[in-house]
């Protein structure tokens, strides 16, 4: 398979806190990755490495057989990554459609004709078309956790970082955000996401990778992750 990720010992430190040590990471093309850990564990850390948000103090990131390291984030988007973020980033006072639209703006290569039927399934799922002129701060908070995933693929992200997708989802939401991760996956895209919430992981997760002091701590599938005894320690508590 091609690898679509890969880094090679990502270092960061804050003051004399190690938030990445030796970090080897690898991601396939078409594949989804969930990433887990408890707090601290490093898991935004390698996120803002990979997007080009922290420097690093040593290591390589790259993306799609390019060493990126050095690239801003804007080189790193015209690359095809995207990155959602906790903190919502659309523009409160602009309708959907134009959020859609300023998002579209990043993007350096026009839509093929699999993307655009990803994009309108998207749209459909998410039931965006009775309120594409309604203003962001209008939204619900679902709907602006949708809409910024729709405005990264609008960018001509094809390599997805999702940063905890469903924090503050009602259940069904949770399933429905479930249900568009699969989407992009069927459509081609590779879809790695940190999350905390465990039945949303068990509904996507193909491998894990458990992060644990700035280390990868344990890599599997689903069933060998959440049966490992040590990673039940440190995730679960038990």
């Known amino acids: 398979m091609e690898k679509i990720i890969e880094t090679n010992n990502l270092n960061k430190k804050f003051g004399g806190v190690s938030a990445l040590s030796d970090v080897n990471f690898k991601v396939e093309k078409n594949e989804i990755r969930c990433v887990i850990g408890p707090n601290g564990a490093g898991k935004s850390t390698l996120f803002k490495a990979l997007f080009g948000l922290t420097k690093l103090d040593g290591g390589t990131v790259i ?29 409160n006072n602009l309708s959907v459609r134009e959020n859609i639209k300023i998002a579209s703006g990043f993007s350096t290569r026009n839509h093929s004709d699999e993307k655009s039927k990803l994009l309108k399934e998207l749209i459909e799922l998410f039931d965006f078309s009775i309120n594409s002129n309604f203003p962001a701060k209008n939204l619900a908070h679902h709907h602006l956790q949708w809409l910024e995933i729709l405005m990264i693929i609008h960018t001509g992200a094809d390599v997805l970082l999702l940063d905890e997708p469903t924090a503050g989802l009602a259940e069904k939401e949770t399933g429905m955000t479930a249900d568009a991760v699969k989407l992009c996956k069927k459509y081609g895209l590779t879809i790695i996401v940190v999350e905390h919430d465990l ?20 890599e599997g599938n689903l069933q060998s992750t959440l049966n490992n005894a040590e990673v039940k320690n440190i995730y679960l508590g038990h």
Do not use: D
């Open 63 to 91: 993306i799609k057989g390019i060493e990126i390291s050095k690239f801003e984030p804007s080189a790193r988007v015209r690359l095809g990554l995207g990155m959602t973020f906790q903190t919502i980033r659309a523009y």
């Open 199 to 218: 039945k949303f992981i068990k509904q996507i997760a193909e491998k894990i990778t458990v992060m644990h002091q700035g280390r990868v701590f344990y």
